[in-house]
């Protein structure tokens, strides 16, 4: 088969990192091809470089057989690559149309923008989207906005198209409905280069590169290989899934939620009496689709978004008000879905965000002033610990990769928390390693008698994870099931809304 | 204080309001776009002086006040390119270049109005005349204060409209604001940001130069180097007063010539307070005016910050 994409010895460096160090890659036409490495491991780097935002410092690109100067990403798009990035590169107050048609000529002098609205509601349609066009991007769920994300490169139309992680935000559901997408766009003959950490979806591409480091170090047929292949070729060594230890068994009862409600801007539910517990020893899972209340659930629980009615008592404590410092002082640890918006302050180094909530304890301070040496001392610990991989202390999180962020957020949480943890996504974006090191930080958590509450849109760790698993959706809890007494099919059933046949909720 | 609401007293006022009003809306229109594209070029004042000195040298050389504003205004243009270049190329902090080119604009003014103009006989120069319009300028009331201006006057109020159908009605406009919001959006489709913030200054700042040779050719008989006093200042107030929305900038930028407007009636009709509080009131007004609207913020995300890539 022809190669649409080559690269050889393709370089690039940030000052002292080298992020791709010779990567060698050739993508045929009417392929899915999958890049697949660690956090860190320089995939989005070699797409930046690929789609000519980046310009590599050596190497060779070749699109169809010819040389390709990439200096920007408008010789990308000439020549027919389109990308859609790992993070957002959205306008928030424009519409889903507006950050759609941006930048295209087609709209003439004065948009008009009727054209332009056909041609992507037929998208839409042939994709099955389903968007509402004139919505503000503000105001959509972060799966709706990876949607326009997506909907922004298919409108483009590219031959090649570089997808960086675009189903880190897609619940199992909406990312089988993205493979059907790119399905449709292989048999047309058109070429994929996806980036993605889970597994499930690697493995329905037709070929894998795996990057280790900065470096290429194999490329393999999909179907010749298996999950746990690739998995130990990325990492150099083999991953054990962590399960929790069922000998531990949850006692007393730290945190219960009782008929909590709170109501949104515009004065709609978001929470809808929803009633659980936590013992010690336990985690209790949240199963949901994103932004069905989970990230409300969450806030109200820290005391950053007021309940309407109801309340929670936590070690037998009512609380009807609370407020942030009380529940940080009372040691709850939180991980917050979005690490670099609300979880570090990405300017900071490490040692700063280690601290950040406790600026104020006694333990880091010197009198009025903060105690660097106790700060920098710390950091170097935790550094060691997490395993954190950083050029130094006081390197700005924003620079370190996805998994290594999410690391400081743990390692800051797990060190001040006490009794009780809420952890809202923290997998997110994490490659297999790093989550499963969330995973055992995690469990380790509740063998030391923590309450942990465990967001997360990936079922099947749910189920290995947690001692019991609530189903949110639209705000209300429709049950609270046992890993062991349910199946994938009911959970993504109660999921999606239907709970008349499993109506249940175990204590 | 009430004799200021009388009849003749009245249409005095509010025809200076439209007078001092003018001006400004050249500038403020011109920072908005700026500021739109992402920058925040707050050497408003400096380039409203450098168009004013520049008009009047070419005025009292040439007599012709239409060459002096075309040749001001093309003088503002070209200074932008140090804006540009400062902050679209250098990267550097985009307050700090606009404060020095305002100490930059204010302190040659000083030097040249030092050694050549004091002391000298003051040429003579010929400005903007009042034109009426036929028939309009008639209506009562309206007629003076609205009908009876310069024909900068009456280029001016089309002006906030032109510059929101250019923002939200034409491509060009959504790139602009897509650059302010989010300069990467519109990187990653291929078109240039810094071409685009480049254009942007260089509207601005040739939109500030006319108004500030407005200032000088419309409405003065000689050059002071305090002609503009802070007015340059009050458009950057303005634009942030009328939360970066063309319509309600122009809102802001009456109110302030409004009270600008009594306070100098006020001192002539002898009212029994002092001058300086007239002379604060614009700036309590905005600030009033910040705080009272308290809807959603429509500054640019971007604003002030240089993009790069890496
Ligand atoms: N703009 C930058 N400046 C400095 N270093 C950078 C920059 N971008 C990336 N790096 C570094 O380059 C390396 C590769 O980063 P890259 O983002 O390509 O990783 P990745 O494989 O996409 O990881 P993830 O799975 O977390 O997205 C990392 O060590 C990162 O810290
Ligand atoms: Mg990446």
Aim: glycine fraction near 10%; charged fraction near 20%.
């Amino acid at each position: 088969m022809e190669n649409l994409l080559s690269v050889q010895n393709l370089t690039k460096r940030f000052g002292p990192v080298t992020a791709n160090d010779g990567v060698n890659l050739e993508v045929r036409k009417g392929e899915i091809h999958c890049l697949f490495g660690e956090n860190g491991a320089g995939k989005s780097t070699l797409s930046s470089c690929l789609y000519g935002y980046y310009r590599a410092d050596s190497g060779v690109i070749r699109f169809k057989g010819e040389v390709a100067e990439l200096n920007s990403p408008a010789d990308a798009l000439r020549l027919g690559i389109g990308m859609v990035h790992q993070h957002f590169v959205l306008v928030s107050n424009f519409t889903v149309l507006e950050n759609i048609i941006v930048g295209s000529a087609e709209t003439g002098l004065f948009l008009t923008k009727s054209d332009a609205r056909r041609k992507i509601s037929e998208l839409c349609e042939n994709c099955g989207i389903r968007i509402d066009l004139d919505r503000e991007i503000w105001e959509l769920s972060v799966g709706e906005q990876q949607w326009v994300e997506i909907l922004k490169a298919l409108y483009f139309g590219a031959e090649l198209l570089i997808l960086d992680e675009p189903t880190a935000v897609l619940t199992p559901q909406q990312s089988d409905q993205l493979f059907r997408i790119l399905d449709g766009m292989r048999k047309r003959g058109l070429s994929i280069i996806l980036i993605s950490h889970k597994l499930r979806e690697v493995m329905q591409s037709d070929r894998v590169t795996i990057l280790r480091k900065g470096r290429a170090i194999a490329t393999v047929e999909t179907s010749e290989t298996t999950a746990e292949a690739i998995t130990s070729l990325m990492v150099g060594h083999k991953v054990n899934k962590h399960v929790r230890d069922r000998s531990v068994e949850p006692t007393g009862e730290v945190l219960a939620v009782d008929r909590a409600c709170a109501i949104g801007e515009w004065g709609e539910d978001i929470l809808k009496d929803v009633s659980f517990n936590i013992a010690h020893h336990e985690i209790l899972g949240l199963a949901g689709v994103a932004g069905n209340g989970q990230k409300e659930l969450f806030e109200t629980l820290m005391g950053v978004r007021a309940l309407s009615s109801g309340g929670f008592s936590l070690e037998g404590e009512l609380i009807t008000k609370p407020t942030s410092r009380e529940m940080l002082d009372r040691g709850i640890g939180f991980v917050p879905d979005d690490r670099f918006l609300e979880g570090l302050i990405p300017e900071f180094g490490t040692a700063e965000n280690l601290i950040l909530g406790w600026q104020r304890a006694r333990e880091y301070c010197r009198g009025p002033f903060l105690d660097r040496r106790k700060m920098d001392a710390l950091a170097r610990r935790k550094i060691e610990e997490f395993k954190v991989v950083t050029a130094s202390a006081d390197l700005p999180v924003e620079r370190l990769s996805g998994g290594n962020a999410q690391r400081i957020i743990l390692a800051r949480e797990f060190l001040h928390s006490r009794g009780l943890l809420l952890a809202n996504q923290p997998t997110r974006g994490l490659d297999v390693a790093a989550s499963e090191f969330v995973y055992e930080k995690i469990l380790e958590k509740r063998a030391s008698g923590f309450a942990v509450l465990l967001a997360s849109e990936e079922l099947d760790d749910l189920l290995r994870l947690c001692d019991r698993i609530a189903v949110i959706f639209k705000g209300r809890i429709m049950g609270i099931v046992r890993p062991e007494e349910t199946t994938l099919l009911e959970l993504g059933m109660m999921m999606a809304g239907d709970a008349s046949d499993v109506q249940r909720t175990v204590q | 204080m009430l004799e200021l609401m009388q009849g003749p007293l009245l249409i005095s006022i509010l025809a200076a309001m439209v007078r001092i009003a003018t001006p400004l809306l050249f500038s403020a229109m011109g920072e908005l776009v700026t500021q739109r594209a992402g920058i925040w070029n707050i050497s408003v004042e400096g380039t409203m002086l450098l168009g004013a000195v520049v008009a009047y040298v070419v005025a009292s050389t040439t007599g012709s006040p239409w060459l002096a504003l075309l040749v001001a205004v093309f003088a503002c243009a070209l200074i932008s390119l140090i804006m540009s270049f400062v902050t679209i190329v250098l990267k550097a902090e985009q307050f700090v270049a606009g404060l020095a080119l305002n100490l930059l604009a204010s302190g040659l003014t000083l030097f040249w109005f030092q050694t050549y103009v004091i002391g000298r006989e003051p040429p003579k120069f010929a400005g903007f005349e009042q034109v009426d319009i036929p028939f309009l300028s008639d209506i009562p009331i309206l007629g003076p204060v609205l009908f009876s201006q310069r024909a900068l006057t009456y280029v001016s109020f089309l002006l906030p409209p032109l510059v929101w159908f250019f923002l939200y009605r034409t491509r060009y406009g959504l790139e602009v604001r897509c650059v302010g919001e989010n300069p990467k959006a519109l990187d990653v489709k291929g078109l240039g940001v810094g071409r685009r913030q480049c254009l942007a200054i260089m509207f601005g700042s040739l939109m500030s130069g006319l108004g500030g040779a407005f200032l000088m050719l419309g409405y003065s008989d000689r050059f002071v180097p305090d002609l503009i006093a802070g007015r340059g200042w009050l458009v950057v107030v303005a634009i942030i007063a009328g939360n970066w929305m063309p319509f309600r900038i122009v809102g802001a930028i009456f109110i302030f010539a409004l009270l600008e407007a009594v306070g100098i009636h006020a001192q002539v009709v002898g009212v029994a307070i002092p001058h300086h509080v007239f002379l604060v009131l614009p700036y309590v007004a905005s600030l009033a005016l910040l705080a009272g609207l308290r809807s959603r913020t429509h500054q640019p995300v971007a604003l002030g910050v240089p993009y790069s890539r890496e």
